[in-house]
């Protein structure tokens, strides 16, 4: 890229339509991903006692809750899986050959 179209590109970025597109964008994207989290609360509910299950739900929900206006639920995954992270290999569920 040259520099006179690198300097065109950093305008249209930091343009208020730019900035408008981008949002309207962001906000359209909430409701599938509000309904994504959702769906993984209510297979975490359902897989009860599969910590494993339990585990790659907490991870797939911390990593865009927020972004879909459910902070607190993102902050509950986050504890969950830090909490699950520090657990002793023996109760940790990416160890343990029958909960793969």
Known sequence: ???????????????????????AAMAAAVPPMR???????DEMEQSAGDMKALFEKAHEIRGFAETAGLVTTGRIAESCAAIWTTWPASQNPWTQPSWR
């Open 35 to 41: 309904a994504a989290i959702l769906q993984y609360v």
């Open 1 to 23: 890229m040259s520099r006179p179209q690198a300097a065109r590109a950093m305008l249209t970025l930091h343009a208020t339509e730019t900035t408008a597109r981008a949002q």
